[in-house]
Nanobody, 125 residues
Framework: QVHLVESGGGLVQAGGSLRLSCAASGRTTGSTYAMGWFRQAPGKEREFVGAIWWLGGYTYYADSMRGRFTISRDNAKNTVYLQMNSLKPEDTAVYYC?????????????????WGQGAQVTVSS
């Protein structure tokens, strides 16, 4: 099983920036093809943010995040990043990274086999 540890959350003003990190250990090759980012606000369902493929660094983002959020990876360090710019109060949520270890649509939580512990991001006005 892939073990994921997140860091970098915090409190920022609207319009500010944060970068989250997700360090992976364990079996990250062979069956682990992509990493996803999700977020969950109080009283809301877990929402897809974006995903990145290990090979080539191809990325895909949810419409509301495209242009503001950037996902990157460092294969040598087995680490993925979520750079968040122009943050809005509605971005306040717990952010989770996840490892896609099998087939399945990247939008759905069931497509991911391992999850980070979550990082709280709070954006004030």
């Amino acid at each position: 099983q892939v073990h994921l540890v997140e860091s970098g959350g915090g409190l920022v003003q609207a319009g500010g920036s944060l970068r989250l990190s997700c360090a992976a250990s364990g079996r990250t090759t062979g069956s682990t093809y992509a990493m996803g980012w999700f977020r969950q606000a109080p009283g809301k369902e877990r929402e897809f943010v974006g995903a990145i493929w290990w090979l080539g660094g191809y990325t895909y983002y949810a419409d509301s995040m495209r242009g503001r959020f950037t996902i990157s990876r460092d294969n040598a360090k087995n680490t993925v990043y979520l750079q968040m710019n122009s943050l809005k109060p509605e971005d306040t949520a717990v952010y989770y990274c996840a490892a896609r270890t099998g087939s399945g649509n990247i939008y759905y939580t069931d497509s991911y086999g391992s999850w980070g512990q979550g990082a709280q991001v709070t954006v004030s006005s």
